[in-house]
């Protein structure tokens, strides 16, 4: 818990407002089962998540990519990434979504992001105490993603326009579950509050 | 992943069929925010949960109570246990539900019966490849521990007449979130197959 | 990583100076391989150990009592301190070292104190940062203990005085590696620095 | 425990006798502090590291390269390699010891090659009991990395010729610390024996 900039220090500098956006398995080359319906869906929140990443940009607040390793332990997220705009839908959301130099990057290797990934450290090495949790499935790796982070204590918004399942059904379920069971806010991504600016300069 | 019964054997044998019944939060004082609606729907569903244990302990298929640690690790679960008959609801639950000495008993800090506990550990000591998860809530803690289960590749079953929440709509939405987003099955407990008998004797 | 005392609160109040004293593996029957050896060893560090646990609690720094839970997760501590007065050596380890209301503990399956534990939770909730590692043995789950604290980024003191191994030679170069390696101090005991008082009123 | 392949397979095949190579850290740009005394002490050791992967390369036993990840999230292992190359010592390891296609790669925030990374998870899909140990530095990352893996129960031997600390006689310190704290074997790595070949087909 307490963290020293030791050794291989694993972040810049302190997150804008304790505050970072998470985005989770929008790059991908949806080709997996499912895809067909979860693909679409995907691409039709693409916009609002390219939007709160630019707010983000400018006032410091970090973007951490979170996604599948789908490479076996031995391709890397750039790798995804080019993979990735392969496809028809995964070029339509890279329009709108496009990692650059300052994201960072978190392969998982299963549903949560939290599960055998360094993400909770890194978030840490931020200074980070909220997360705005985005991306897809908001039934599966969004909801236990969003639960977990909850349960480690961080505060939590999942932006209900910046998240998509399989059928608008699910996903309207998902979020009245994380509202109820968990207490967390699906505020639209266009009035999540973000800090005015950077906290204080790159080191 | 590989397990060797040095040092502190965790386990006295192997759980029968691999099957583990995994019995979340059911022990409790019931006087925390809530409590007055839930405490009566987990009253409802300790009988069929208590006919399944017994079923459970005639062919060697442990049982694991997973509970919060209220007392600030300073308290223990016979303790927890002991408190819980002081109020009418425990005191009715434990006409069904009593934890006996052959029973595991983990105390969890947080929602997840896997976050910081020893419970993964232990169920690879007992070889246990399976769960039933039962207990409150089902759009919480039940929720949240069962797709962390699949999550780490245990086959899960929710028996849908051994799990609540504070409201029957609650509770039918996190079952159905189960089964669609984690391809969880939600048997009646009285249908759950079990083991013939116990796989071998006890060391 | 960011602490919130909802739901269950781990711990009444912050550690004073954010320092806790973490006691490994001295509550023992002693009835274990090697037993012969390091038991003498352990009680011969138990005074020491007692009087910084008594200067840690005139000025409100928390001691932490980790063990081996040999009970197969069906015994408690308080069970483990009761067992451990039936033989000689914990006996007489008790004479310096008596687990009290006011102390936390923590059982654990392993050698690692933060291995399947909710040690590393229950520490934030104390608001702790520095931690005093005491008890046996120094070149097992002392070194490993205490290089993971570091690890995790805790300032760590290992008081040479107050960690044993079987031979003198062992304890020695276990001192030494943690020196070396993990730049970690080997203060004695009695010099140990501690807070002038308690930092806040109990909640 | 429990372990299925279904969504992202983790690893290929299963490695060969339930065995894995782990090669910790010899990638690197060796410009830290302390890295002039531990760059040699790495080179003398990358030559039966080298032999030891291509016997392990010939009957089909994984190598798996982990290494700090220096980048702050941002670096990948490729672009690792490429800069390892650029300084002399670098530059002379790659002679002995070239990450290939074949082999896997985890970056590690911290000196454990657990701690917050999917090793175990890969390990556990490579169906890997066993694993050989090598590289450095023998007194920090290795000897907190061989004795987790004991801890987690994985059988281990550390070859005496393939693992280096910044000093000669921290090495001999640390080789046996764990033969006799933690009973690990110290063979030297022509003398490791390997499985006869691949146990099945690629699947």
């Known amino acids: 818990m307490p963290?020293?900039?030791d050794r291989a220090p694993l972040a810049d500098r302190p997150a804008s407002g304790g505050l970072a956006l998470v985005i989770i398995?929008?790059?991908?080359?949806?080709?997996?089962?499912?895809?067909?319906?979860?693909?679409?869906?995907?691409?039709?929140?693409?916009?609002?998540?390219?939007a709160l990443k630019q707010r983000c940009s400018e006032v410091?607040?970090?973007?951490?990519?979170?996604?599948?390793?789908?490479?076996?332990?031995?391709?890397?997220?750039?790798?995804l990434v080019r993979q990735s705009r392969d496809n028809e839908t995964g070029a339509a959301i890279a329009q709108h979504l496009q990692p650059v130099e300052a994201d960072y990057s978190v392969l998982k290797p299963k549903q949560s992001v939290f599960y055998a990934t360094p993400l909770d450290l890194l978030l840490r090495h931020?200074?980070?105490?909220?997360l705005i949790v985005t991306g897809v499935a908001s039934d599966q790796c969004i909801a236990m993603s969003a639960a977990e982070a909850r349960m480690r204590d961080y505060d939590v918004v999942v932006p209900r326009d910046a998240v998509a399942a399989q059928t608008a059904g699910r996903n309207d379920a998902a979020l009245r579950q994380l509202e109820e069971a968990h207490g967390i806010a699906t505020t639209p991504s266009a009035q999540v509050e973000l800090p005015a600016g950077a906290t204080e300069p790159a080191r």
């Not at 410091?60 to 790798?79: I, L, M, Q």
């Open 3 to 5: 963290v020293k900039p």
């Open 25 to 50: 398995d929008m790059i991908s080359s949806w080709d997996f089962d499912g895809a067909d319906r979860l693909g679409p869906a995907a691409l039709a929140i693409a916009p609002h998540i390219g």
């Open 60 to 79: 410091g607040v970090p973007a951490v990519f979170v996604n599948d390793n789908r490479g076996r332990w031995r391709s890397e997220f750039r790798e």
């Open 126 to 130: 931020l200074r980070v105490r909220r």
